[in-house]
T-cell receptor, first 110, second 113 residues
């Protein structure tokens, strides 16, 4: 059965303190790995899609990387506005179902 | 802000009642998926609609049903509501079934009492 596990569950950072979030997955045939940011009570906001091992994507202070078994979301010099829950999801079917992990809640303090 | 809008934003229902949630997809997107997100958990896939037909279904009972209209907007219907149905219901739209990006609406918070 396909599985997505995110770690840590929660992360507290000082402003400017860089860190990484992990998403490990077990799927039979990855057709995309997705990262989303979610603020409390809101819908997930799309960040990145990665398709193959070795691929990297960047957006402002965020950088996502992908290996054959896991993905990392690196947050460089975070600011308080980066506080959110970060969700990882995989697509194993051609028709679009996303399977999500439970998320990592990130709090960045000034 | 995405172009995906959901209504209502909040509602409270009594156990045993029926509810209809609505979603307008982003312009140019022909695929809509629905997810249920319980507090502290990741979203769980309910089903997907592609060009007005159900295209895939997650592990949810038949009392969860849906529709997609010619303009690609969609409805999620839940019958015989149970307390455990209390959750944030999310709609996501994408260009085609295997679209590279899926954009979510702000969600509908359903509370069953």
């Amino acid at each position: 059965e396909d599985q997505v596990t995110q770690s840590p569950e929660a992360l507290r950072l000082q402003e400017g303190e860089s860190s990484s979030l992990n998403c490990s997955y077990t799927v039979s045939g990855l057709r995309g790995l997705f990262w989303y940011r979610q603020d409390p009570g809101k819908g997930p906001e799309f960040l990145f899609t990665l398709y193959s091992a070795g691929e990297e994507k960047e957006k402002e202070r965020l950088k996502a990387t992908l290996t054959k078994k896991e993905s990392f979301l690196h947050i460089t010099a975070p600011k308080p506005e980066d506080s959110a829950t970060y969700l990882c999801a995989v697509r194993a079917d051609s028709w679009g179902k996303l399977q999500f992990g439970a998320g990592t809640q990130v709090v960045v303090t000034p | 802000e995405t172009g995906v809008t959901q209504s209502p934003t909040h509602l409270i229902k009594t156990r045993g009642q029926q509810v209809t949630l609505r979603c307008s997809s982003q312009s140019g997107h022909n695929t809509v998926s629905w997810y249920q997100q319980a507090l502290g958990q990741g979203p769980q896939f309910i089903f997907q609609y592609y060009r007005e037909e159900e295209n895939g279904r997650g592990n949810f009972p038949p009392r969860f049903s849906g529709l997609q209209f010619p303009n690609y907007s969609s409805e999620l219907n839940v019958n015989a509501l149970e307390l455990d149905d209390s959750a944030l219901y999310l709609c996501a739209s994408s260009y085609d079934r295997g679209g590279t990006e899926a954009f979510f609406g702000q969600g509908t918070r359903l509370t069953v009492v």
